[in-house]
């Protein structure tokens, strides 16, 4: 089924139609340069005002896919930072050129943002705050941020979603689920990365993004989860005013992490605010299991008193009990170098997927040893992980969905550690979090809590099996049992029988030719070949060919 014959509406053929010119637009350019074609390239753009058409053609597969993702869009954009998170599947020089993709737009005017605010605020903006700057502070792919101040002189901002984003990436959205869907169809590396479950994890955090009350409710539970903590502040949301397409929270004023210079003249510690932000992330990955899922500078505000602020919560990571105590396995097991114990946690992550554990645990073990008798804090830890990855990759292992945002957060940490302070230390800074958590898996509130689920499990169970024995047996009576035997190898062995018949009746018709081309040798005919009769010289011919088939079948068999 062509793509176009799937679309849900007509209003996506004018947006299929987008995003097929910008693809056709950049080409392949590596085929091209390979071709010596790179002219014809950079002579057509001109003809079709096509821009920077000198760069299109000797641009490496990364930046060519990332200017394609940037000019398609929001949704495009937010794909490929998604895609940076997925260590597990690009190497380094495809993360580092998705992490280029910035999130950033051309304002819109306010004129054509005034409607959509007001019928959201409901009343004119000037009735609902002071000093509304028209001029925004910031302006993203879905939103921008305008500034104001409230009659009790309370600054604030203002994030307000761009009007008719939504049904753009609707558009979209639905297209890359076809695409997934059409690649997984007809490429085996696409079913292996499972690029539908991509996708699906994708639409909903993309969609969560859209609502802008989604966000606030993020800040509200991570705010929760610091109140007793003087060192991170989270802004508050203003619920009065805020929903699907408005958010409206405190105005953090201070020094935004990116400016180390303004840092620096400000009189704040460095070390100490690289300390408190990886004690903030590593506490809602490890205690909490819900964390903010981008924790780069940009994200963070430096206070007097070194008081670390967060901000934007669009995007968060979610981990279930079962995930957290992988994590502290796979860790634990890292330190003190058990490499059956980190393959086993990186099987669990495979899933069902085909794998040789005994090939696993050798190369674990080497990985292990390239760090042996380094000291903690000299292992770079963004380059331990890339490495661990890089085995996943080679071993056909993905990561699942949910651990991607993990990683990327943890990878994400410790460079904003390292640029903060050089000496930053990631395993020194997870350690106490990682006793914690090993010392609450084995206290006997745990154990008892997890003793009774499974108890409800199984008693579960038992009530069960009377009504499952029920049907059974009522199936069996009607005759509509059924089981399912699948022998994996039975395939193969009658192939192989049937390789072996083939073989078989080609040699008892071979050896009977050759007998009757002899018995016909000692007949006296007309017509020769080579002085042999032409019945008998095509007999042993004949012969010949079936010996040699049966002689090549063998060794074919046998290689295989």
Request: hydrophobic share 50%; net charge neutral; charged share 25%.
């Amino acid at each position: 089924m062509m793509l176009w014959e799937s679309l849900k509406s007509a209003r996506d053929l004018g947006r299929l139609h987008d995003v097929a010119t910008i693809l056709i637009r950049f080409g392949f350019g590596d085929l091209v340069r390979r071709m010596g074609m790179s002219h014809v390239l950079e002579r057509a753009g001109r003809v079709l005002h096509w821009k920077d058409v000198e760069a299109l053609a000797t641009m490496e597969p990364p930046q060519r896919l990332c200017r394609v993702l940037d000019e398609l869009g929001p949704c495009y954009i937010k794909l490929g930072q998604v895609l940076a998170t997925r260590v597990d599947i690009f190497p380094p020089q495809w993360i580092g050129e998705f992490e280029k993709l910035q999130d950033q737009a051309p304002p819109v005017a306010f004129d054509a943002l005034r409607l959509q605010l007001e019928e959201d605020l409901g009343a004119p903006v000037d009735e609902k705050f002071v000093d509304f700057q028209v001029k925004p502070l910031a302006a993203a792919s879905i939103a921008q941020v305008h500034r104001a101040r409230l009659e009790d002189g309370s600054q604030v901002i203002l994030k307000v979603r761009r009007p008719g984003i939504k049904e753009t990436i609707e558009a979209d959205l639905r297209l890359l689920a076809r695409l997934a869907e059409i690649a997984e169809s007809r490429m085996e590396e696409a079913r292996h990365y499972r690029l539908s479950e991509i996708i699906r994890q994708f639409t909903l955090s993309l969609r969560r993004e859209l609502d802008l009350a989604s966000e606030g409710r993020n800040a509200e539970r991570i705010a929760a989860s610091f109140a007793d903590d003087r060192n991170v502040v989270i802004p508050k949301v203003y619920w009065e005013w805020t929903c699907e397409r408005l958010n409206v929270q405190e105005y953090i004023a201070g020094v935004r992490g990116t400016n180390l210079r303004a840092i620096d003249e400000s009189g704040l510690n460095r070390k100490a605010l690289a300390a408190r932000g990886a004690d903030a992330v590593l506490k809602m990955i490890l205690l909490d299991g819900f964390f903010h899922a981008d924790p780069h500078l940009g994200n963070f505000f430096c206070l007097p008193g070194n008081v670390l602020a967060l901000i934007d919560f669009g995007m968060v990571g979610r981990l279930s009990e079962p995930r957290r105590d992988q994590i502290v396995d796979l860790f634990y097991a890292l330190v003190v170098k058990d490499a059956s114990a980190v393959a086993d946690v990186l099987l669990d992550w495979g899933a069902d997927l085909p794998v040789d554990r005994d090939a696993l645990i050798i190369e674990v073990d080497a990985f292990l040893d390239h760090y042996h008798g380094i000291p903690l804090k000299r292992i770079d830890f963004t380059g331990l992980m890339f490495d661990l990855i890089a085995m996943l990759r080679d071993h056909q292992l993905t990561l699942p969905p949910d651990l991607a945002l993990l990683f990327k957060a943890f990878i994400t940490l410790d460079g904003v550690g390292r640029r903060l302070n050089p000496d930053f230390d990631m395993v020194a800074a997870a350690e106490p979090f990682l006793k914690k958590v090993m010392a609450e898996r084995y206290l006997p509130t745990t154990f008892a809590n997890r003793g009774w689920r499974q108890a409800r499990d199984v008693l579960s169970i038992l009530s069960a099996l009377p009504a499952d024995l029920r049907r059974v047996l009522r199936a069996a009576r009607r005759g509509a049992l059924q089981i399912n035997v699948d022998l994996t190898r039975l395939d193969h062995f009658g192939h192989q029988l049937d390789r072996a018949a083939s073989r078989m009746t080609v040699g008892v018709i071979t050896a009977a030719i050759i007998v009757g081309s002899s018995i016909v040798m000692t007949v006296e005919t007309g017509s020769t070949i080579f002085g042999m009769p032409v019945v008998g010289f095509i007999g042993f011919l004949g012969a010949c060919l079936g010996g040699i088939w049966v002689l090549f079948s063998i060794w074919r068999g046998g290689r295989d």
